[in-house]
């Protein structure tokens, strides 16, 4: 009660000074006695913040009991930084399990640190005693490396951010960053740039670093179900020049644990046949003959036979990207599927081996060289049903122009609003086009109108 009536004394005079446009000291200072007291009524919590006091410690003999030795590996570099165990133990897992283990280092009075360069031993502790530290693109996967090793969590997590956009599809780095991760051993690194490369397989065998991966990695990237290419003639085309590259060349058991990474049977007929010819030295491994042979096997197959393989074996399942390949359909129309196909279309699979077919179309169009097209738009041939004529027209590229997919539209030819179509047919629509890399660059594009007689 007492603080309460000293609380509205303070009020009441501070407003009649306030309407005498005067505040004595005396008055200021009554209204922040009262101003914490009501606080105190309330509860109030306290926080000091000691970052500057603890930045302040860096590298400094005061309490410091421990000497941290950051040498290179030719040795030829060194130096000596004091240290301070509590701040060392609260950031770094590593440091607080070889102060608590009981191990030789804890009663020791300096702790060599074996390969690290001391310039970025120093960035790392600055960082560790509360220091703003600036970090450059060729110094962020080594930052990353020690955040790693050393079990720093907060700079691990901001470090790994900055990997996350610096390494991507677009900027075309996947593989050097992938090389200098593998060398550091850094786990963390080596994931996010493997899944970045995966992404997108054909640009990273474009860039000049991807020569220079490691066996074990080029094994593992082939390996994995998740890399994503158009045509396995890719990856072929990648395993190649990588081994072009290397001197000398991988010994024939180890040539041949990477040509079984290849799904031989997606490849066409016609590269398989050229194989020994394109690639020289992958012909000089005595494994190359019956890979190629379960190829052309894959090719002769009925298309049970084919379900059945791609079922059973790895290298006969398409990869992450690739469409579905189907016979090439016979241009014209109009075609219905064979039963085997409608067999198909019904099943409640849907998965990338075994796409869904539609069981007929009013008119299919063959489109060679699709990938090599220059044209911004093209017409297919006209086709007629319920006794009007038709056109498919085609954007290999886009109707935008991006590359990234094609438009297909359906052309009524019909210029005027007031023309009907003969017959009055039920409203025209497009299924899903069957589209895929067929017979080494053929797509095909089908088409269904209702009222297909």
Not at 196 to 225: C, N
Not at 320 to 338: E, S, T
Request: charged residues 20%; aromatic residues 6%.
């Amino acid at each position: 009660m007492m603080a309460d009536d000293q609380g509205r004394r303070v009020r009441q005079r501070t407003e009649e000074s306030s309407s005498q446009h005067a505040l004595t000291a005396s008055d200021v200072e009554d209204v922040r006695v009262a101003s914490l007291q009501a606080d105190l009524r309330g509860g109030e919590t306290l926080r000091l913040d000691v970052t500057s006091h603890i930045s302040a410690l860096f590298d400094s003999a005061s309490l410091s009991d421990v000497e941290l030795v950051a040498k290179r590996d030719d040795g030829l570099v060194e130096r000596r930084f004091r240290c301070h165990r509590v701040v060392l133990a609260s950031m770094s897992s590593y440091f607080r399990s070889l102060f608590t283990s009981g191990m030789a280092e804890v009663s020791q009075p300096a702790v060599v640190l074996h390969g690290v360069d001391p310039d970025l031993c120093e960035r790392v502790l600055r960082l560790l005693y509360g220091q703003p530290v600036g970090v450059t693109q060729e110094s962020l996967m080594t930052v990353v490396h020690l955040a790693e090793f050393y079990g720093i969590a907060p700079l691990l997590a901001r470090t790994s951010a900055l990997l996350n956009s610096f390494v991507t599809i677009g900027a075309n780095n996947c593989c050097a960053q992938l090389v200098e991760a593998s060398a550091l051993r850094c786990a963390q690194a080596q994931q996010h740039c493997r899944a970045v490369l995966l992404r997108d397989f054909a640009a990273a065998v474009r860039q000049p670093a991807f020569r220079k991966l490691e066996l074990a990695t080029i094994a593992e990237l082939l390996e994995d179900d998740s890399l994503a290419c158009e045509e396995e003639v890719v990856v072929l085309q990648g395993l190649s020049a990588w081994c072009t590259a290397q001197e000398p060349l991988p010994p024939d058991a180890q040539l041949a644990q990477l040509l079984a990474l290849v799904r031989w049977p997606l490849l066409p007929m016609a590269r398989l046949a050229a194989v020994e010819d394109d690639h020289p030295l992958l012909a000089t491994s005595s494994a190359l003959p019956l890979l190629l042979l379960e190829g052309f096997r894959y090719h002769a197959a009925e298309p049970s036979a084919k379900r059945a393989m791609r079922q059973s074996h790895a290298r006969c399942r398409p990869r992450v990207g690739m469409l579905a390949l189907f016979p090439l359909l016979p241009q014209g129309g109009p075609w219905r599927a064979p039963a085997i196909w409608k067999l198909l279309e019904s099943t409640d699979s849907n998965t990338a081996d075994e796409p869904r077919v539609p069981s007929q179309f009013s008119f299919v169009w063959n489109v060679p060289h699709f990938r090599t097209l220059s044209c911004l738009s093209m017409y297919s041939p006209a086709f007629r049903v319920n006794g009007h004529s038709w056109k498919l027209y085609l954007y290999p590229k886009g109707n935008n122009a991006s590359g990234q997919h094609l438009s297909v539209y359906l052309d009524s030819g019909i210029s005027d609003a007031h023309e009907m179509l003969p017959e009055d047919p039920k409203a025209p629509y497009l299924l899903n086009p069957l589209g895929g890399f067929l017979n080494d660059g053929t797509i095909s594009l089908g088409v269904f109108i209702e009222g297909l007689p």
